[in-house]
């Protein structure tokens, strides 16, 4: 199930076109290096042109939206952090403090913090924006961690936050999250999507220990025993084993690549959410990037489902969006290639024969 508002936005999404990425290769051919010799820099510059149609695409205006949301299966001792953590990483991303804050300067890129569901009041904290969709999700230890219509609406909060920033002239996003206990739904997601078993795709998180983590396991396999979400609708998947920052991640694919804007995913939960939105619209695949590997087990499964590689692996698994500004900075590089270097005819240097 999705709401007529979804699937109005889906429809919206263009295939890419080859005679873009073809024009932009020409061009990548005639600079002063031998062909192909940039590598991917050369790949993400075509694709960025086919994204945009725009043989000379600018993206100077850049936005990271970091979804916090809690997470009721912390209850069940996942995590090595308690979940009161959530919201005073709000605050510290408010405050600028955060590793995103610090990466996303770096990148050219601002912040927007999203509450779409912690389990705390903020009432009207300034630079907040406010689509909470619930106070946390449920233990889906227990049950369902969310209502079908809990999972529509956290998907309609990221499609509202991508198109405010689309509206606004932002033409690169990054996305980021925060909530303690999301690498367990996120393990759970995978798991379903992969048919592989929990234990072969799930890893520490924040770090807990060798009980801790057989603990986690366990918890994540009777809760898709329990719950049995369902492969082939990713609604489903989403309500009973996601949590609202998945969701919310789905929504902002799903609307950044309704208008044209490129999305650099960040790490394991950043994937959760690709993953769901490629699920429900496959067309979203070609207006998303994987910044980076991430050390959790299950992120290079999510990968490959999506036939995504990412640009670099440097074992991050911090999360917040931090390895997607690295991403960006990448991007950066490759447009600045693609834009400013001199052509063959141009330096006046002779060609390969």
Request: charged letters at 25%; glycine letters at 10%; hydrophobic letters at 40%.
């Amino acid at each position: 199930m999705i709401s007529e508002r979804i699937d109005k936005i889906i429809k919206e999404i263009l295939p890419l076109e080859d005679d873009f990425r073809t024009k932009a290769r020409e061009r990548l051919d005639s600079l002063t290096k031998p062909q192909g010799s940039l590598g991917r820099l050369e790949e993400l510059a075509a694709e960025i042109v086919a994204i945009r149609r725009d043989l000379r695409p600018e993206l100077k205006k850049r936005i990271f939206a970091v979804f916090a949301g809690d997470h009721g299966v912390a209850e069940e001792g996942v995590s090595a952090f308690p979940p009161e953590v959530t919201p005073q990483m709000v605050f510290n991303f408010l405050r600028g403090g955060a590793g995103i804050n610090i990466l996303a300067k770096a990148a050219g890129a601002e912040v927007a913090v999203v509450d779409i569901g912690v389990n705390y009041e903020f009432e009207n904290v300034k630079g907040l924006i406010n689509k909470k969709v619930m106070k946390g999700t449920r233990n889906m230890a227990k049950g369902p961690a969310m209502t079908m219509e809990e999972a529509v609406k956290s998907i309609e909060a990221g499609i509202d936050i991508a198109l405010r920033y689309a509206d606004e002239g932002y033409n690169l996003f990054g996305t980021g999250e925060m909530g303690i206990g999301n690498t367990t739904p996120s393990s759970a997601i995978v798991s379903v999507f992969s048919g592989l078993s929990p234990h072969e795709v799930t890893g520490r998180g924040t770090g807990v220990n060798d009980g801790s983590f057989e603990n986690k396991v366990s918890i994540i396999e009777n809760a898709i025993k329990l719950n049995r979400p369902d492969a082939s609708n990713p609604m489903d998947v989403l309500a009973k084993v996601g949590g609202t920052e998945i969701g919310g991640i789905a929504g902002f694919c799903i609307g950044a690549a309704s208008r044209r804007i490129p999305v650099l995913i960040d790490g394991f939960i950043s994937t959760a959410g690709a993953l769901i939105a490629c699920k429900m619209a496959p067309s979203v695949r070609d207006y998303i990037f994987s910044s980076h590997q991430s050390v959790e087990k299950g992120h290079i499964k999510m990968l490959e489902i999506m036939g995504l590689r990412p640009l670099v692996n440097l074992d991050l698994r911090l999360g917040e969006g931090t390895g997607a500004a690295i991403g960006m900075m990448i991007v950066e590089s490759a447009l600045r290639i693609y834009n400013d270097m001199s052509t063959f005819e141009e330096a006046q240097v002779s060609e390969s024969n």
